[in-house]
């Protein structure tokens, strides 16, 4: 059997295990990271940050480190190329891109200077040599709920600040059950395995630049405003990225220094960021104060669900952390309220961090509920079926493909809730107390325009060229396979070329709409491919290559609630005597949409789920109140689940079908880690009987709080 593209039908790709692409490559160190590309006459930069937290620069020492050996240039506000005032990127405005610009010291970590040497070790010396002075000022990094300069906007990254619908003081007043709760999550870093890294150079009048970047078009597009350029003159790449988890969606300071340095001095300039520098300039994720309100008659049906939740930005930007938003599509009530407001302080403007909002949110939430549930006596799977919504809670839009509830059914069959009993603090074994907890997931499901090009080859083969990233999640082996399925031909025909901003439009990988946005170009160029190609035609040399371009088709969908759901299930073990917390199993069921690829989307599930880990038990970032600066930045310090705390973990997924998605995918890399914090929380109670509220739930805190029902942490 033949098909119309002329080759032999293969059987479907999509839905079936595929390892990676690059694998082979990444395994042996054939993949070469921003940081390894190597190229002629390559110069490297080295910043300089500051080291005070708030205040102005009196003077920049630099006529001493520009003698020392190896040193080429030091680029600093008195000298460093100017960039576009007032600056809007593609994420919203980004005065931290302003580096270089004025003497202003926003912040502890500040970028004040830039050493561009013959080699790093020359530019590291150098830089440590600089000498640079300060009128330093007061500063405020101390966050806490009410602060006085708290305020709520009208807008975050990801809709409105606040929504409100019904009496809620009303409603809350009739409530047989109320459950009124405080929570707090600490600042929280990416930690991507790859450090930040950026070459950057001129090519005949055209910048050049190899970045790890989780997109190149947008990055590239980016850079030509920033720097007043054409956005044809600027190429951005970048082949392979070692992890991102949002932290390197948009311009960071090594990319933008590292374009000031090369239009200085004429050569190729790489910057690639230590450790430590990236606490301060690749972003990171607020800190929250929660406060959770719930209200429901004797059956455990909500009459009021009130979720208020504050973050901080910084003095340059107006970045929120939309923990309240979780709740928006989560459940039903008469009366519904969601508030996020925020507090600027002497702080760097935190960002994107994988599932930004629903991470924080959700602990806060689920947390509530399964209190919610223990107060009138239900299972807490059964007062969540109990408030399933026929429409978007507040948006009032139809939902359809919903499939929370379908999570939870078959979460709760395999990993044997049914047999659990649910008073806390029963169950022991030797010196540890046992519990089980669960909680829900969700994450909304989105699509940006892209744009792909899909040649037939004259050899029979297909080669797709789209501007997405692979961020370590197989976006190349689940393009390949979209392709495959949509042209009808074996998957091993088909080559895919990305993360080359020359190749046009296309998201980033972020917000779990990568996969999505770039699959519904490569089938519409598919499409088109297929309608005009003769069966058994002689290509020409060049081959046939048709241009795909989703604008319209995005613009077109129909306003409706769409989200991927799942169900989290936790078992934990808890020494009350020394007060370790340790993680059985967990089980994690998730609606998602169409599965590309199981063996890669089971690891994106497990992923994030260790990510919920890690929040729950260890990740903290102490912010020193005296210096301003992070007391903890580096690994040492900064403690994040490695391999001995990760038990058991199982992923697995349930078909909801969605008839009118064009599509089909919902997105992956986010759902993981929603709901994973609150379900291992809400073991720990069962285990204890203590409500542990603020995260992580560290040894001394579980020590404080002691053992028995009523007691919280």
């Avoid at 295990?17 to 190597?38: D, F, H, S």
């Avoid at 972003?283 to 959770?292: D, E, I, K």
């Avoid at 490695?642 to 058991?648: E, L, N, S």
């Avoid at 078909?655 to 759902?671: F, L, S, T």
Wanted: with cysteine; charged share 20%; proline share 5%.
């Amino acid at each position: 059997m033949t098909t119309s593209t002329g080759v032999a039908a293969a059987s479907k790709a999509v839905g079936t295990a595929q390892t990676r692409r690059e694998g082979l490559a990444k395994v042996t160190g054939a993949a070469r990271y921003a940081g390894e590309v190597p190229h002629a006459e390559l110069a490297h930069g080295w910043v300089v940050l500051s080291t005070v937290t708030r205040g102005r620069i009196l003077a920049v020492e630099d006529a001493p480190v520009r003698q020392m050996p190896g040193v080429i240039a030091v680029l600093h506000h008195q000298n460093a190329p100017r960039l576009e005032e007032g600056f809007v990127g593609t994420l919203g405005p980004d005065a931290s891109a302003q580096m270089l610009q004025h003497d202003r010291v926003p912040y502890a970590g500040w970028p004040v200077a830039l050493v561009v040497a013959e080699t790093s070790e020359q530019a590291r010396e150098a830089a440590d040599a600089l000498v640079v002075r300060y009128d330093t000022e007061p500063h405020d990094v101390g966050f806490a709920a009410g602060h006085p300069d708290s305020y709520t906007p009208d807008a975050t990254p990801v809709g409105p600040a606040r929504t409100e619908k019904g009496d809620v003081e009303g409603e809350l007043a009739a409530s047989a059950v109320v459950v009124d709760e405080q929570y707090e999550t600490p600042e929280q870093h990416h930690s991507a395995m790859e450090p930040h890294a950026a070459m950057a150079r001129w090519d005949n009048g055209r910048l050049e630049i190899v970045d790890s970047s989780q997109g190149t078009f947008v990055t590239a597009n980016d850079l030509a405003k920033l720097f007043s350029l054409d956005p044809s003159a600027v190429r951005v790449r970048a082949e392979h990225v070692g992890g991102a988890f949002g932290s390197k969606g948009q311009m960071r300071a090594h990319l933008v220094l590292a374009v000031m340095a090369t239009t200085v001095i004429g050569r190729p300039v790489r910057i690639a960021l230590t450790r430590r520098q990236m606490y301060s300039l690749v972003g990171h994720r607020s800190p929250t104060a929660q406060r959770v309100r719930l209200g429901a008659d004797a059956e455990g049906r909500l009459r009021v669900l009130d979720h208020t939740s504050l973050s901080r930005t910084s003095q340059l930007d107006e970045f929120i952390e939309a923990s309240a938003n979780f709740g928006r599509s989560m459940y039903d009530a008469d009366a519904h309220r969601t508030v996020n407001s925020v507090v600027k302080l002497d702080v760097p403007t935190p960002n994107f961090m994988r599932a930004p909002g629903e991470a924080p949110g959700s602990f806060a939430l689920e947390s509530a509920v399964d209190e919610l549930a223990w107060k009138c006596g239900l299972d807490p799977i059964e007062l969540r079926a109990r408030n399933e919504p026929e429409v978007g809670p507040v948006s009032g839009l139809p939902v359809e493909a919903r499939g929370l509830m379908a999570c939870f059914h078959e979460g709760a069959r395999r990993f044997g809730w049914a047999d659990r009993d649910p008073r806390p603090g029963l169950r022991r074994e030797g010196r540890w107390l046992l519990g089980t907890g669960t909680a829900g997931a969700g994450f909304f499901v989105g699509a940006f325009p892209s744009q792909a090009a899909l040649t037939a080859e004259a050899d029979g083969s297909f080669t797709v060229r789209i501007a997405a990233s692979d961020v370590g999640t197989g976006a190349r082996t689940a393009l390949a396979q979209v392709a495959a399925d949509a042209l009808d031909v074996d998957a091993a025909r088909v080559r895919v070329r990305i993360a080359d901003s020359d190749f046009g439009n296309a998201w980033l990988g972020g917000g779990s709409m990568g996969t999505r946005s770039w699959s519904w170009a490569v089938l519409a160029a598919a499409r088109e491919l297929r309608e005009i190609l003769v069966p058994g035609a002689e290509l020409p040399a060049e081959g046939v290559t048709v241009r795909s371009d989703t604008t319209e088709a995005v613009a077109g969908q129909a306003a409706r609630e769409h989200h991927s759901h799942g169900a989290q299930f936790a078992e934990v073990a808890v020494d009350v005597s020394s007060g370790e917390v340790r993680v059985r199993r967990m089980l994690g069921i998730f609606a998602a949409g169409r599965i590309i690829n199981p063996l890669t989307a089971r690891s994106q599930f497990i992923g994030g789920m260790t990510g919920g880990l890690s929040m729950a038990l260890h990740e903290e970032a102490i912010r020193d109140r005296t210096t301003g600066a992070l007391a903890n930045p580096d690994f040492a310090g900064y403690h994040f689940a490695a391999h001995a705390d990760v038990p058991r973990i199982e992923a697995d997924w349930v078909e909801v079908p969605d008839p009118n998605d064009p599509v089909g995918i919902k997105g992956i890399g986010e759902i993981g880690i929603v709901g994973a914090a609150a379900a291992i929380a809400n073991a720990v109670w069962h285990a204890t009987g203590v409500r542990h509220r603020t995260l992580p739930i560290r040894p001394d805190r579980v020590l404080l709080a002691g053992e028995g029902p009523g007691e919280s942490a």
